[in-house]
T-cell receptor, first 111, second 108 residues
Framework: EAQVTQNPRYLITVTGKKLTVTCSQNMNHEYMSWYRQDPGLGLRQIYYSMNVEVTDKGDVPEGYKVSRKEKRNFPLILESPSPNQTSLYFC??????????FGQGTRLTVV | QKEVEQDPGPLSVPEGAIVSLNCTYSNSAFQYFMWYRQYSRKGPELLMYTYSSGNKEDGRFTAQVDKSSKYISLFIRDSQPSDSATYLCAMNSGDMRFGAGTRLTVKP
């Protein structure tokens, strides 16, 4: 089954404690992306990757890092999380028709 | 002005009603237009996909794109309680942009 898998689904952490959210896709897509979803603001792109070792900033990259060492994985790293990064995060991979396939989401709370 | 505008609702309709959801956009470079459905606590799932202008029908769902007016619509016929979800429009020209989403409730 074609899917995008994120882990963990829920995470509560404290300010400043580094964390990583993993994302994996099994569709052999080159393009992957991270979004955050906040009430009234919709989906905003954090970072994207057009292929292995190629990453670029989206609309809201501050406070986040990503890496793309292999095609299927695209982890999101928060080096020093802050409360304003409390949000619902989605990983997506994009197919050849420019359609996005999303993971189930990670609800992050930073206290 | 946001690149994609979508009325967040909420929208509440009785079962069997025809639902109309809309988005406007400002970037004339958009070529690919999509509608996603997002159930509570789930990721968005692709519902309809349209390339350039025109209509596309899939069962009870019809997507319309009017590039001259920069306006896209999603119609749901004979709406069901299972259609209750948030609907997001999306557009892509190499850079994907999403609307904020419209929350729809279909009451039995």
């Amino acid at each position: 089954e074609a899917q995008v898998t994120q882990n963990p689904r829920y995470l509560i952490t404290v300010t400043g404690k580094k964390l990583t959210v993993t994302c994996s896709q099994n569709m052999n897509h080159e393009y992957m992306s991270w979004y955050r979803q906040d009430p009234g603001l919709g989906l905003r792109q954090i970072y994207y990757s057009m292929n292995v070792e190629v990453t670029d900033k989206g609309d809201v990259p501050e406070g986040y890092k990503v890496s793309r060492k292999e095609k299927r994985n695209f982890p999101l790293i928060l080096e020093s999380p802050s409360p304003n990064q409390t949000s619902l995060y989605f990983c997506a991979s994009v197919g050849q028709l420019n359609e996005a396939f999303f993971g189930q989401g990670t609800r992050l709370t930073v206290v | 002005q946001k690149e994609v505008e979508q009325d967040p609702g909420p929208l509440s309709v009785p079962e069997g009603a025809i639902v109309s959801l809309n988005c406007t956009y400002s970037n004339s470079a958009f070529q690919y237009f999509m509608w996603y459905r997002q159930y509570s606590r789930k990721g968005p799932e692709l519902l309809m996909y349209t390339y350039s202008s025109g209509n596309k029908e899939d069962g009870r769902f019809t997507a319309q794109v009017d590039k001259s007016s920069k306006y896209i619509s999603l119609f749901i016929r004979d709406s069901q309680p299972s259609d209750s979800a948030t609907y997001l429009c999306a557009m892509n020209s190499g850079d994907m942009r999403f609307g904020a989403g419209t929350r729809l409730t279909v009451k039995p």
